[in-house]
């Protein structure tokens, strides 16, 4: 699975950023969908998952109440809406596929990565 991420870029503390990622490769629907993220010096974390149907979603606690993932099987897109954003959620995102057929936060369960995307929220 080849995995491209878009969307990101620098946005004032309160306001919205939606992150897009297009899956090529392998049948987008036999595959769970996740966003991680990574800040500078620290280690990369769980953001969202979703499962192959879209009905099993994980959030970090983190950013639960705040960003949406959701995904589009006709479109092979996995999309995260984040909403509220805060100076701390500043981070290159990355999407990650995995060929479990649940959700996982575990980033060594993720077989696939995409280049990431980097958001910059200013306060």
């Known amino acids: 699975v080849q995995l491209q991420a878009s969307g990101g870029g620098l946005v004032q503390a309160g306001g919205s950023l939606r992150l897009s990622c297009a899956a090529s490769?392998?049948?987008?629907?036999?595959?769970?969908m996740g966003w991680f993220r990574q800040a500078p010096g620290k280690e990369r974390e769980f953001v969202a998952a979703?499962?192959?149907?879209?009905?099993?979603?994980k959030y970090a606690d983190s950013v639960k109440g705040r960003f949406t993932i959701s995904r589009d099987n006709a479109k092979n897109t996995v999309y995260l809406q984040m909403n509220s954003l805060k100076p701390g959620d500043t981070a290159i995102y990355y999407c990650?596929?995995?060929?479990?057929?649940?959700?996982?936060?575990?980033?060594?369960?993720?077989?696939?990565w995409g280049q990431g995307t980097l958001v910059t929220v200013s306060s």
């Open positions: 490769g392998r049948a987008f629907s036999s595959v769970a």
């Open positions: 990650a596929a995995s060929l479990l057929l649940g959700t996982t936060k575990r980033v060594h369960e993720y077989h696939y």
């Open positions: 979703i499962n192959v149907s879209g009905g099993g979603i």
